[in-house]
């Protein structure tokens, strides 16, 4: 806590003009920690301890068909997580805001569970169920289950990494709902004359957009990078092919590495502009003293 | 979870809305058009969702960690076994290692969040704060095996920073408890940056100067204001943290292996099937003691998130 009293001292009034050497210290030591590991394993990357600089794993990786192939693989599965978490948080979170109010705490208990249950946890309980299939042989569930873990697009996967997403997808949503006054909208536009169908995606979805977005994309973010549950459950998307070949490629796995992290930067940067505008000019108006 | 003290009033009200004719309060049409309308249609696709992709597998973990199969029958049973089992000798000190790197990392990232949060604060730049703020949602959301490859490639045996500082003679090593400490602070700091500054704005400017026209040092006002009022969002990011910790198996599993005992890294183990005959549920068993370690360190936070919003709401 010494830190905490040091630093406090340069934003008291009285002191305001003093240089705020103490925060600074502390931002550049931060600093440093976040962005050695960034630099050296880009270095790690391109220094070849034989052959000096070189952007052989870069190639290699631009190469590399099971790259392609598992990286696609990610974000199709990121893709049908997002369109499923929003077919089914979108409806069911306006409905309830608007006319089932009671039903609104065991949504929001229901959305947050699976922060309790860690996904190793989660997965465990998935594979027992999967590993039901041989008893099901000859009824029709046979099938689905043949379905669900189709190793091109297993649509497990999908389900699985949907419940991880409900937390993100119900703050963002609950945050969104709560920042318009939705009742009011919807009415104006209903004695306006406007269908359900148009109220929806012409009122209620352009307001909720920030908090669509930025669910989306945590959910996006946390897919591409999931490892836990496709490894257990024996597929092969951007990260455990990444642990795969780092087994005999070292190189190659740490740039894909410093891919993945470019492309959740590249994400949360699509995010800041596209949700940004709208609740960056309210926040900005509600506290004008930060 | 939040919810534990009004879960049988709320359970009551699934049920009534599941009933074919919803309470009249909550279906009357302000529009005034038609017939009453039903609204429960549009929140049964959830509710379906919810029942057979989280409660179907969550109920199985639970039952089956309570079943044994009989290796020489195949008939299964009812049993504790694996439960014992999964709380003893190399599983419980899988158990005990994930709690105390989960408490440590948690304590770290809390209090160096805080500091660093409330440095950023101090700077007193916009543009700082907001670079901070979006570099921190970067790394917060670089976890798992990314991580864990950045960290190889820094620190481990032939890593860039090991090289350079010659760490191999201090005896350094990565792939070890401090190791992973260390990996883990990477994706918790930033977290609890973001989690903890919203908070952090909360301590008016006004309270420091009531504090100081009142004669008290920093230290003190720190101590018997800021601190206190604090106290709740810190727990409760101290709890996050620990729960990210503790479910978080990627980056130890690419980084360590099983050099580090850890309970996710057994159950993954475990599900592989690497237990012996008649073990087959153990995995299960473990899951569930982590389910319910994670739900008493969740409660803990209840009744302060009520005092927090009082003062930060």
């Given at each position: 806590m010494?830190?905490?009293?040091?630093v406090?001292?340069?934003a008291?009034p009285r002191?305001a003009?003093?240089?705020?050497?103490?925060s600074i210290l502390?931002?550049l030591?931060?600093?440093?920690?976040?962005?050695?590991?960034?630099a050296?394993?880009?270095?790690?990357?391109?220094?070849d301890?034989?052959k000096?600089?070189?952007?052989?794993?870069?190639a290699?990786?631009l190469?590399?068909?099971?790259?392609?192939?598992?990286?696609g693989?990610?974000?199709?599965?990121?893709?049908?997580?997002?369109?499923?978490?929003l077919?089914?948080?979108?409806?069911?979170?306006?409905?309830?805001?608007?006319?089932?109010?009671?039903?609104?705490?065991?949504?929001e208990?229901?959305?947050?569970?699976p922060?309790i249950?860690?996904p190793?946890?989660?997965v465990?309980?998935?594979?027992?169920?999967?590993s039901?299939e041989?008893?099901l042989?000859?009824?029709p569930?046979?099938?689905?289950?043949?379905?669900?873990?189709d190793k091109?697009?297993?649509?497990?996967?999908?389900?699985v990494?949907?419940v991880?997403?409900?937390?993100?997808?119900?703050r963002?949503?609950?945050g969104?709902l709560?920042?318009?006054?939705?009742?009011t909208?919807?009415e104006?536009?209903r004695s306006l004359?406007a269908?359900r169908r148009?109220t929806?995606c012409?009122?209620v979805?352009p307001?909720?957009?920030?908090?669509?977005?930025?669910?989306?994309?945590l959910?996006?973010?946390?897919?591409?990078?999931?490892f836990t549950?496709?490894?257990?459950?024996?597929?092969?998307?951007?990260?455990v092919?990444m642990?795969?070949?780092?087994?005999y490629?070292?190189?190659?796995?740490?740039?894909a590495?410093m891919l993945?992290l470019?492309i959740?930067?590249?994400?949360?940067?699509?995010?800041?502009?596209l949700?940004?505008?709208r609740?960056r000019a309210?926040?900005?108006?509600?506290?004008p003293?930060? | 979870?939040?919810?534990t003290?009004?879960?049988?009033?709320?359970?009551g009200?699934?049920?009534?809305?599941?009933?074919?004719?919803p309470?009249?309060?909550?279906?009357r049409?302000?529009?005034?058009r038609?017939?009453?309308?039903?609204?429960w249609?549009?929140v049964?696709?959830?509710f379906?969702f919810?029942a057979v992709?989280?409660?179907?597998?969550?109920?199985?973990l639970?039952?089956n960690?309570?079943?044994?199969?009989?290796?020489?029958t195949?008939a299964?049973?009812?049993s504790?076994d694996?439960?014992r089992h999964?709380l003893?000798?190399?599983y419980a000190?899988?158990?005990a290692g994930?709690?105390?790197?989960s408490?440590l990392?948690?304590?770290l990232?809390?209090?160096?969040?805080?500091?660093i949060?409330?440095?950023?604060?101090?700077?007193?730049?916009?543009a700082?704060?907001?670079?901070?703020?979006?570099?921190?949602?970067?790394?917060?959301?670089?976890?798992?095996a990314?991580?864990?490859?950045?960290?190889?490639?820094?620190?481990?045996t032939?890593?860039?920073?090991?090289?350079?500082?010659?760490?191999?003679s201090?005896g350094f090593?990565?792939?070890?408890f401090?190791g992973l400490?260390?990996?883990?602070?990477?994706?918790?700091?930033p977290?609890?940056?973001v989690?903890?500054?919203?908070a952090?704005?909360?301590?008016?400017?006004?309270?420091?100067?009531?504090a100081?026209s009142?004669?008290?040092?920093?230290?003190?006002?720190?101590?018997h204001v800021g601190l206190?009022?604090?106290m709740?969002?810190?727990?409760?990011?101290a709890v996050l943290?620990?729960?990210?910790a503790?479910?978080?198996?990627?980056t130890a599993?690419?980084m360590?292996?099983?050099?580090?005992p850890?309970?996710?890294?057994?159950?993954?183990n475990?599900?592989s099937?690497?237990v012996?005959?008649g073990q087959?549920?153990l995995?299960l068993a473990?899951?569930?003691?982590?389910?319910?370690?994670a739900?008493?360190?969740?409660?803990?936070?209840?009744?302060?998130?009520?005092r927090s919003?009082?003062?930060?709401?």
């Amino acid at each position: 806590m010494a830190g905490l009293t040091a630093v406090s001292r340069t934003a008291v009034p009285r002191t305001a003009r003093k240089r705020p050497y103490g925060s600074i210290l502390v931002l550049l030591l931060a600093a440093l920690y976040f962005l050695v590991p960034v630099a050296a394993s880009l270095w790690f990357t391109v220094d070849d301890p034989a052959k000096g600089l070189t952007f052989g794993a870069y190639a290699k990786g631009l190469r590399d068909d099971g790259m392609a192939t598992s990286l696609g693989l990610s974000v199709r599965l990121g893709l049908a997580t997002v369109a499923l978490g929003l077919a089914l948080m979108v409806p069911t979170m306006v409905v309830v805001t608007l006319r089932l109010p009671r039903l609104r705490r065991v949504v929001e208990v229901l959305c947050m569970v699976p922060l309790i249950v860690p996904p190793i946890a989660l997965v465990a309980g998935v594979s027992t169920v999967l590993s039901w299939e041989d008893d099901l042989r000859t009824t029709p569930l046979w099938g689905t289950f043949q379905a669900l873990h189709d190793k091109s697009f297993p649509l497990v996967l999908v389900l699985v990494y949907t419940v991880m997403s409900l937390p993100f997808l119900y703050r963002s949503l609950d945050g969104g709902l709560r920042a318009v006054d939705l009742k009011t909208l919807v009415e104006a536009s209903r004695s306006l004359g406007a269908t359900r169908r148009t109220t929806l995606c012409r009122v209620v979805v352009p307001n909720l957009r920030p908090a669509i977005v930025s669910g989306s994309v945590l959910s996006l973010a946390m897919v591409l990078g999931e490892f836990t549950v496709a490894n257990v459950l024996g597929f092969e998307p951007f990260s455990v092919w990444m642990v795969h070949v780092g087994e005999y490629e070292a190189q190659l796995s740490v740039a894909a590495a410093m891919l993945s992290l470019l492309i959740t930067w590249g994400l949360l940067l699509l995010l800041t502009n596209l949700a940004g505008g709208r609740t960056r000019a309210r926040a900005d108006r509600r506290k004008p003293t930060v | 979870m939040a919810v534990t003290s009004q879960a049988p009033a709320r359970d009551g009200a699934t049920a009534t809305e599941e009933q074919p004719q919803p309470a009249p309060s909550v279906t009357r049409r302000r529009a005034g058009r038609g017939a009453p309308r039903r609204h429960w249609p549009a929140v049964v696709p959830f509710f379906a969702f919810m029942a057979v992709c989280f409660g179907l597998p969550a109920c199985t973990l639970a039952y089956n960690a309570f079943t044994v199969i009989d290796p020489a029958t195949g008939a299964s049973h009812y049993s504790i076994d694996n439960v014992r089992h999964s709380l003893t000798g190399a599983y419980a000190t899988g158990l005990a290692g994930s709690v105390k790197l989960s408490l440590l990392s948690a304590v770290l990232a809390t209090v160096l969040g805080t500091v660093i949060a409330q440095a950023l604060l101090g700077a007193r730049s916009g543009a700082l704060r907001k670079a901070v703020v979006s570099a921190s949602g970067v790394f917060a959301n670089f976890s798992g095996a990314p991580l864990a490859f950045a960290f190889i490639a820094t620190l481990g045996t032939t890593g860039t920073v090991t090289r350079l500082l010659h760490l191999k003679s201090t005896g350094f090593s990565l792939y070890t408890f401090t190791g992973l400490v260390l990996a883990y602070l990477y994706f918790m700091v930033p977290l609890m940056v973001v989690t903890i500054l919203p908070a952090l704005d909360g301590i008016r400017a006004q309270w420091r100067e009531a504090a100081a026209s009142c004669g008290a040092t920093k230290a003190q006002f720190w101590r018997h204001v800021g601190l206190p009022v604090l106290m709740p969002s810190l727990l409760g990011g101290a709890v996050l943290m620990f729960g990210t910790a503790f479910a978080s198996h990627a980056t130890a599993a690419v980084m360590t292996g099983s050099s580090v005992p850890l309970i996710t890294i057994q159950i993954a183990n475990a599900l592989s099937g690497n237990v012996l005959v008649g073990q087959e549920n153990l995995a299960l068993a473990m899951s569930l003691n982590m389910v319910v370690i994670a739900l008493l360190v969740m409660a803990v936070q209840i009744p302060l998130q009520r005092r927090s919003n009082r003062w930060l709401g």
